[in-house]
């Protein structure tokens, strides 16, 4: 499966639903989601700054990442963004790959 780094922003009324309902059934309701779709938690953090939540998943595949990011920005309620996680072993796999590139300007 890859691995995903999710972050998410709170509306005004996404932080009122959180405070009613507090950051561990949050925590829960995002691990049900990712496990409704084939997928599994690594990591959930809140923090300050930028972002309210990060956290980082397994999903089988991009189409279920795509997913969970119409589905939680169309509530209004937050906004979420996705990153593709890559390992150490899949950039020694892209540094082989053969690409067939000329940068602007080069001859």
Do not use: Q, W
Not at 26 to 49: C, N
Request: proline share 4%; glycine share 10%.
């Amino acid at each position: 499966m890859k691995k995903y780094l999710i972050k998410a922003s709170y509306s005004p009324n996404g932080f009122k639903g959180l405070s009613e309902d507090g950051g561990s059934k949050r925590k829960l309701a995002v691990e049900k989601m990712l496990e409704g779709l084939g997928g599994k938690m690594e990591s959930f953090y809140f923090a300050f700054g930028e972002h309210d939540v990060y956290v980082i998943s397994e999903l089988p595949d991009d189409i279920s990442a795509a997913a969970i990011g119409l589905k939680i920005n169309s509530s209004g309620l937050a906004s979420v963004s996705t990153t593709v996680l890559l390992t150490p072993e899949d950039i020694d796999l892209a540094s082989k790959k053969s690409v067939n590139y000329r940068a602007p300007g080069e001859k």
